[in-house]
């Protein structure tokens, strides 16, 4: 999201300046029209977000002069009370992370502290979901903004990367089901996809990519599970080498229990893929009536609307494709870029 908003944002009059961690950054990666600070984190599961936002909250304060900044997830609300005695904030949520199974109980009760400084401090709160924008609304009394997760018009797969991967794991395009997800967690339902394609007895194999070193244990039950039909490959950072895997699918297997308006399901719509989706309030959001869903959660409603689908492939390539058009038209990163322009001019211009 950051990448899409910031790198439309000189057309727009705004000159964004984006913290980004030094570890995830090649040092020749560049973005026309933004400056990038690089900064260190202490990496782990605990510390690394934490220390990153300390570090760039701090170096905001003593080093630099923002007109505004734009704080990114609710989880680091905890920068807030300092950052507000010099600068104007929006903020923008992302959903709960404390409704993932990757944290502990621990862990999730700290997180949702943050809900209330997230709110209450930001000069304008933001949600990428509509159900998100009204839980907050409701919980603190403060109008909450959406503004919808979007797609790039211009989608160009990386066909010699997504081939190689392809090849690395004996695949033809249109001959493979596809699961993605960034970090690859219990809500994210892999073990779902799994276990529907078994029941099935699939003729096509399932790819699932992402990075499978956030919950371990989980990680060896998907293996355990896991027939000669599923192939598993590590995270792809690449955007052009995923809408290649996406757009090369058969279908899109998203069975999360939990979203707030996800990237990958907007991208894959937006490439006309077939999608079997969670029927989740947030993925109806998205994929509205146009969307092909099964019961949240239950296996054999999944494998049930996967024999459908390979019953009737060229009916669920038609639907995709009426999809496609709308989310293109609907989620354009043009015009959400430019409503974020328009809120920075706002808080920027109005005394709070």
Known sequence: MVQAIASRMPSLGVNPTIYCDRAYTPPDYAMHGC??????SLQGKYTRAVSLDTMAMLHAIALRSF??????????????????LRYKIVATSHG?????????????????????????????VTSVSQLGSEDLQARFGRRVVFIPNGVATEL??????????????????????????????????????????????????LLIVGDATQVPAYTRELHSLAGPGVRFHDIVQD????????????????PSTVEAMSMVLLEAASLGVPILASDIAENRQVLGEDGTYFRNGEVESLAGKLRELLLAPQAARERA????ERIRNDFSWDII???????????CTKDE
């Open 156 to 205: 160009e797969p990386n066909r010699e990367a997504y081939f190689r991967i392809l090849d690395d794991h004996g695949l033809e395009p249109g001959h493979y089901l596809l699961f993605v997800a960034g970090r690859i967690e219990p809500t994210k339902g892999a073990h779902l996809a799994i276990e529907a394609v078994n029941r099935v007895g699939c003729p096509y194999p």
């Open 35 to 40: 400056e990038l600070v690089r900064l260190p």
């Open 67 to 84: 007109d505004v900044i734009h704080l990114q997830h609710a989880e680091a609300a905890f920068v807030l009370p300092l950052l507000r």
């Open 321 to 324: 494709a009426a999809l496609s």
């Open 96 to 124: 709960n992370a404390y409704s993932r199974a990757k944290w502990g109980a621990l862990a999730k009760r700290l997180l949702r502290t943050m809900d209330a400084p997230f709110v209450r401090l930001a000069n304008r």
């Open 239 to 254: 955007p052009g080498t995923l809408y290649g895997l996406m757009a090369g699918a058969m279908c899109l297997l998203f």
């Open 337 to 347: 870029a430019a409503q974020y322009a328009q809120l920075y001019h706002e808080v």
